[in-house]
């Protein structure tokens, strides 16, 4: 099992995708909850809700997604829409994830949530005409400008850094593999 290497906010993101390629990166920002279901299946509620040393459980990785989609990423897809120039600060200290007891939820109203707020995070790309992911504003943390389709691609490596920390947790904790 290959264990994440750099945290995330250590990480670097390529800007420039192509905004061509809008289509394959909404597509891997669409495909987020079928892979986050894929990852709970087969485990218990006290599986999903165990938590590690360090960091947040199966279950709390996965809500994570949706609050992230309802209070910074949908956000951010409508100021590009707006044609701002700066996009909304994420709070890096996730207190919105940190706050939220996901673990008192059930698992299907977790995985429903992240159904939801990516779907209207897809609807929203769907409606824009291409020109729309060319268009860029200031990301303040990473310190540079990005388009629409950078921050699709941004968001689906998002989704890849939790999908590989749920492998990792699955693989570690309960010799599940996945």
């Known amino acids: 099992m290959l264990k994440r290497q750099i ?4 990480r670097t993101f390529p800007t420039g995708v192509d905004p061509r390629l809008a289509a394959e990166v909404v597509a891997r ?3 987020a909850p079928a892979r986050f279901r894929d990852l709970a299946s087969g485990l218990t509620d006290e ?3 165990m938590r590690p040393a360090e960091g947040w459980s199966i279950q709390e990785n996965i809500a994570h997604i ?3 989609d309802r209070i910074l990423l949908i956000p951010r ?6 044609g701002a120039t700066t996009l909304l600060a ?3 200290t996730n207190r919105t994830s940190n706050e939220a007891d996901h673990n008192q939820r059930e698992i299907a109203d977790v995985l429903n949530d992240v ?3 990516r779907a209207e ?3 929203l790309l769907d409606a824009c005409p291409l020109d729309f992911f060319a268009r860029t504003a200031r990301h303040e943390r990473l310190g540079v400008e990005m388009s629409l389709t950078d921050l699709c691609a941004f968001t689906a490596e998002h989704d890849d850094s939790h999908a590989a920390r749920i492998r990792e947790l699955r693989a570690t904790m309960f010799s599940t593999g996945n």
């Open 66 to 68: 949706a609050d992230l």
């Open 121 to 123: 995070m897809v609807e």
């Open 90 to 92: 994420a709070d890096v």
């Open 29 to 31: 920002v669409a495909g």
């Open 115 to 117: 159904q939801r707020s």
């Open 77 to 82: 897809v409508k100021e590009f829409i707006a």
């Open 47 to 49: 599986q999903l809700r």
């Open 7 to 10: 945290p995330w906010f250590e």
